[in-house]
């Protein structure tokens, strides 16, 4: 099983526009950050699609992705889904619609604001199929389960995904650890966090509760993400335990 960042930075990216760097060297291309999204990928070579930020295209050419087989959003933040006009080529030459999955509240806040994509426009196809994750356990072989975590005010859906024994937890965006989160991450192999800066954050997860989290559910390797631009990939790298990892652009990892 197979992880590929797509991007780890946070809404803004880094560096900011206005070429604002904060303190991360603009010398290391690790520095550099779009907008978080991922891929997992089984030995079959299924792919799963979490979020479609607004750096989607770049991230898929850069990457040499052309095809998913679903996809999953955390929430509606518009740095987690105003890239969703990029999936339009994966429909073309497809007979339906792709499969997209996210909670209750998430699927209608995304039809309000993007109904075309979902119900088809003016003689265009609907692009994605939108379904709610009540009930789905299984999806293009991978073993999916989820849980709400606390984002300020409003919740946002955590993953887990599983396939050929191994198991990739998705974290972004959150402000509490909550015991559902340490049950649903348990011994995952990779976790995949939110980690938006050392200072304390109402809506985020700062580099204490990242590293908290990754300890109390015991995951083989964490990948910090949703990095601002005060973390340094080469300073935080030498900060963190061996089994945790500063998360950059185009990072893949095996399960």
């Not at 299924?46 to 607004?54: A, F, I, N, Q």
Request: aromatic share 8%; hydrophobic share 35%.
């Amino acid at each position: 099983m197979r992880l590929l960042v797509l991007g780890c930075g946070t809404s803004t990216g880094v560096p900011r526009i206005g070429n604002d760097w904060g303190e991360c060297d603009p010398a290391e291309p690790k520095n550099r950050r779009s907008r978080v999204s991922i891929i997992v990928e089984s030995n079959e070579g299924k792919r799963l699609l979490v979020d479609t930020s607004p750096d989607l295209r770049n991230q898929l050419l850069s990457n040499n992705i052309g095809s998913v087989d679903g996809i999953f959003w955390t929430h509606d933040h518009a740095d987690h889904c105003h890239g969703i006009d990029d999936l339009r080529p994966m429909r073309f030459g497809r007979a339906g619609p792709i499969a997209g999955f996210a909670s209750a509240e998430t699927c209608r806040r995304l039809r309000n604001r993007f109904g075309y994509v979902f119900a088809g426009q003016y003689g265009y196809h609907t692009i994605v199929e939108l379904s709610t994750l009540d009930t789905l356990r299984m999806h293009a072989g991978f073993g999916v389960d989820t849980v709400e975590m606390p984002h300020g005010p409003i919740h946002t859906t955590a993953y887990v995904f599983e396939a050929d024994g191994k198991s990739i937890g998705y974290a972004t965006d959150f402000a509490e650890i909550t015991e559902d989160m340490i049950d649903l991450f348990d011994g995952v192999d990779i976790l995949v966090t939110d980690c938006l800066r050392r200072n304390k954050h109402p809506t985020h997860a700062n580099l204490e509760m990242a590293l908290e989290l990754a300890k109390r559910t015991g995951a083989g390797t964490t990948v910090l993400s949703h990095l601002d631009k005060s973390m340094d990939y080469a300073t935080l790298s030498a900060e963190v335990p061996d089994n945790v990892l500063v998360g950059f652009d185009g990072m893949e990892l095996v399960a």
